[in-house]
Nanobody, 119 residues
Framework: QVQLVESGGGLVQPGGSLRLSCAAS????????MGWYRQAPGKQRDLVAV???????NYADSVKGRFTISRDVAKNTVLLQMNSLKPEDTAVYFC?????????????WGQGTQVTVSS
């Protein structure tokens, strides 16, 4: 059973930084991609950033230039460095791992970590 455990959320002032961490129970290279999603109250869960098995990264337009996704393969960990945070970044952030299966994809999710950007 795949387990993803997020950490690093919290309260930060606008313009501040946070680093989220997602620890996987197995090798992160066993997944086709890993990423971060976020969900604000009353809104859908949206992709923030993704890193593929090959190392390619992709970001939502709203976070480009401010957030950086990276990984530590030896520690089976995916990181999200968030800089220049804005109030609109406030959300629950979820770690995601995706694998390809015969009929499509299979997603695994962490429990989420709250990020609040407020003065």
């Amino acid at each position: 059973q795949v387990q993803l455990v997020e950490s690093g959320g919290g309260l930060v002032q606008p313009g501040g930084s946070l680093r989220l961490s997602c620890a996987a129970s197995g090798s992160i290279l066993s997944f086709n991609a890993m990423g971060w999603y976020r969900q604000a109250p009353g809104k859908q869960r949206d992709l923030v950033a993704v890193i593929t098995r090959g190392g390619t990264t992709n970001y939502a337009d709203s976070v480009k230039g401010r957030f950086t996704i990276s990984r530590d393969v030896a520690k089976n960990t995916v990181l999200l460095q968030m800089n220049s945070l804005k109030p609109e970044d406030t959300a629950v952030y979820f770690c995601n791992a995706r694998t390809m299966i015969v009929v499509g994809t299979r997603d695994y999710w962490g429990q989420g970590t709250q990020v609040t950007v407020s003065s």
